[in-house]
């Protein structure tokens, strides 16, 4: 257990539809990252929060946005979902500003667009 | 950018002999690598990491990796693989990028068999 939580388990949608993923930390980790993982693009950093702001940015699409409130946990909001936003996707956490070091993952949140 | 290859998709292995799990990475910096290890439906677990410091490195659960910057490459290794070894493996490199900021670069993963 890497002490990185992350709800729901599964999400089943409907396209144009838009859902909130959340995220906990370890205790003490001040960096979020999130990740989407597919069969055809493998594992993609989306985004990065560092204490409460954006850090560094991958390959977010604009229909996906994040946060990280001030008890650290992140969650990261998916809108007008397509069939191709179906997805495993993780969240990470770290003690560090940068991704230099190691992240520890949570078991992710697999979503279905259908 | 900096990249990472892994050069075996899948790899067989009959329980109780050697692992090798390919990665070759390129890079203008100082890399750190990472192996880690994904058993089906859960998260991702670090197995190893080079960050500058020893070139050959010791994981846990018998794995080690080695850090060769002549050839560009950070293979994992295990002396002798136990069926619970079954899983995907992804070599990930920390690209550093001009913002200053870092972010993960992974392989495209192997998923290594193990056969009774």
């Known amino acids: 257990d890497s002490g990185v939580t992350q709800t729901p388990k599964h999400l089943i949608t409907a396209t144009g539809q838009r859902v909130t993923l959340r995220c906990s930390p370890r205790s003490g980790d001040l960096s979020v990252y999130w990740y989407q993982q597919s069969l055809d693009q493998g594992l993609q950093f989306l985004i990065q929060?560092?204490?409460?702001?954006?850090?560094a940015k991958g390959n977010i699409l604009e229909r996906f946005s994040a946060q990280q409130f001030p008890d650290l946990h992140s969650e990261l909001n998916l809108s007008s979902l397509e069939l191709g936003d179906s997805a495993l996707y993780f969240c990470?956490?770290?003690?560090?500003?940068?991704?230099?070091?190691?992240?520890?993952f949570g078991p992710g949140t697999r979503l279905t667009v259908l | 950018a900096q990249s990472v290859t892994q050069l075996d998709s899948h790899v067989s292995v009959s329980e109780g002999t050697p692992v090798l799990l390919r990665c070759n990475y390129s890079s203008s910096y100082s890399p750190s690598l990472f192996w880690y290890v994904q058993h089906p439906n859960k998260g991702l677990q670090l197995l190893l990491k080079?960050?500058?410091?020893?070139?050959l490195v010791k994981g846990i659960n018998g794995f080690e990796a080695e850090f060769k910057k002549s050839e560009t490459s950070f293979h994992l290794t295990k002396p002798s693989a136990h069926m619970s070894d079954a899983a995907e493996y992804f070599c990930?490199?920390?690209?550093?990028?001009?913002?200053?900021?870092?972010?993960?670069?992974f392989g495209t993963g192997t998923r290594l068999k193990v056969l009774a």
């Open positions: 080079y960050t500058s410091a020893a070139t």
């Open positions: 990470a956490s770290s003690e560090a500003k940068t991704a230099y070091n190691e992240q520890f």
């Open positions: 990930v490199v920390s690209d550093r990028r001009t913002s200053g900021t870092y972010k993960y670069i």
């Open positions: 929060y560092y204490n409460g702001e954006e850090r």
